[in-house]
């Protein structure tokens, strides 16, 4: 892959922390869902050595998210995210962002079946001062990798519409490299997904 070309420095205040968004959060709009406001800050393309995406990353679905199957409404037991596994020599594109203390509490909520791990060290193309930068990586609990079906876990055409939308933002190059740094998607378990109401 080809390098990334200038290394940016991304100074933090004291509180602030950034974070690398490798799936939605390469979506400005969904990045501002969680924030509840317009983002306006530092989103810089970037890379983390070391780590590679996989589609493991497993939230119990509580009769929320369903499927229209033949014998009617289909609720699979998890839905299948993004997330990231360790990979020695192999890297990943993403974002990197910045928010208070506050705002990375209310990331830390939304990822809630991830933990928040520490890549300062690992970043290619910025280098971050005053604090630090971390990545979500799924607790290994929280973890499905050998899913038959969808009943078991299943990936929500929606969510693949939401990274799709920050590849239109980020440009064919991001997409072509994400592309070359992340497993297929597990095509027999993605669903034409549909909400629950409240």
């Known amino acids: 892959m080809p390098p990334i070309p200038q290394r940016a420095i991304v100074r933090l205040r004291d509180g602030e922390s950034a974070l690398f968004g490798y799936g939605s959060l390469l979506s400005i709009e969904s990045l501002e869902r969680t924030l509840g406001r317009r983002y306006a800050g530092s989103f810089l393309v970037c890379r983390v050595e070391g780590w590679r995406r996989s589609w493991d990353a497993a939230v119990p679905n509580r009769r929320v998210f369903f499927a229209e199957q033949p014998p009617g409404r289909l609720y699979p037991g998890h839905i299948l995210y993004l997330n990231v596994r360790p990979a020695p020599g192999c890297f990943l594109n993403g974002v990197l962002f910045v928010v208070n203390a506050q705002e990375r509490d209310a990331y830390d909520q939304r990822e809630v079946v991830y933990d928040r791990v520490d890549i300062t060290e690992s970043l290619s193309g ?52 994400y592309e070359a740094t992340t497993d297929p998607v597990p095509r027999h378990l993605l669903i034409a997904d549909r909400r629950e109401q409240p």
């Open 126 to 177: 910025v280098s971050v001062t005053g604090g630090r930068a971390y990545i979500y990586v799924a607790r290994p609990e929280c973890s499905i990798s050998s899913a038959s079906s969808i009943a078991q876990a299943a990936v929500r055409a929606t969510y693949l519409d939401i990274v799709a939308a920050g590849f239109r933002d980020l440009g064919p190059d991001f997409q072509a490299e």
